[in-house]
C-alpha cells in the first residue's frame, strides 16, 4: 500500500454558501440574507518582444478590490447606520473610523470553514428597503463596503484584529 504523505486523498470539505456571519473588531455584528462582491483583481500590462513573436510579457500591477455589498433584515440596531452616518460628518480622511470586518463561511457543524477578513474596510453606501402598504416581504438594508487590503484564513484559524495602522493583514505580517 503506498503512502499518502499526510496528504487528504479525496473528500473535500464544500461548504453551501448561505451559513455566514459578518463581523466587525471581533464581534459578530450581524445575520446578512447576503454578501456579493468579495473579490481581486491584479492589474496588469502586456508588452510584445520585438522578434519575439510568439510570447508576450506580463508586468503586474496593483491589485484592486472589488466593493463588497452586504444585504440584511432591518432590525432596530444602529450600528451600520451610524458608522455610515460618522462617515458623512467627516470633513477629511483622518477622521473616518476604518474598521477591520470579518465576513465568515461556517459549515452545518457550526465551525468556520473559511475566514475573509476585510483590512481597513469603510462604508460608502446604504440604502432603506422599498415600502409598500401591501408587502408582505422582510424589509432588507443594503451596505456597501470598500476596503484597502484582504487577509483569507481556513478552519477557523481567522479574527478580525482591531486597526491599528497598516501592520495587521494584507500590509504586512500580523
Do not use: H
Not at 408582505?136 to 484559524?157: F, M, N, P, Q
Amino acid at each position: 500500500m503506498p503512502a499518502n504523505n499526510g496528504a487528504k486523498p479525496y473528500g473535500l470539505n464544500y461548504i453551501t454558501a448561505n451559513r455566514f456571519y459578518v463581523g466587525i473588531e471581533s464581534n459578530i455584528s450581524a445575520s446578512f440574507t447576503e454578501c456579493q462582491g468579495l473579490g481581486v483583481k491584479v492589474k496588469y500590462e502586456t508588452y510584445a518582444e520585438g522578434g519575439v513573436n510568439d510570447q508576450q510579457r506580463i508586468f503586474l500591477g496593483q491589485p484592486e478590490f472589488s466593493d463588497v455589498t452586504l444585504r440584511r433584515g432591518m432590525t432596530d440596531d444602529l450600528l451600520f447606520w451610524n458608522w455610515v452616518s460618522q462617515v458623512m460628518k467627516t470633513d477629511s480622511q483622518k477622521g473616518i473610523e476604518r474598521r477591520n470586518v470579518n465576513i465568515s463561511l461556517f459549515n452545518p457543524a457550526g465551525e468556520t470553514m473559511q475566514c475573509w477578513t476585510l483590512i481597513g474596510a469603510v462604508p460608502v453606501g446604504w440604502s432603506a428597503p422599498t415600502f409598500a402598504a401591501d408587502s408582505t416581504t422582510v424589509a432588507i438594508e443594503e451596505l456597501t463596503l470598500i476596503y484597502e487590503g484582504i487577509k483569507v484564513a481556513k478552519s477557523g484559524t481567522a479574527s478580525a484584529t482591531v486597526l491599528q495602522g497598516r501592520q495587521n493583514g494584507y500590509f504586512g505580517s500580523s
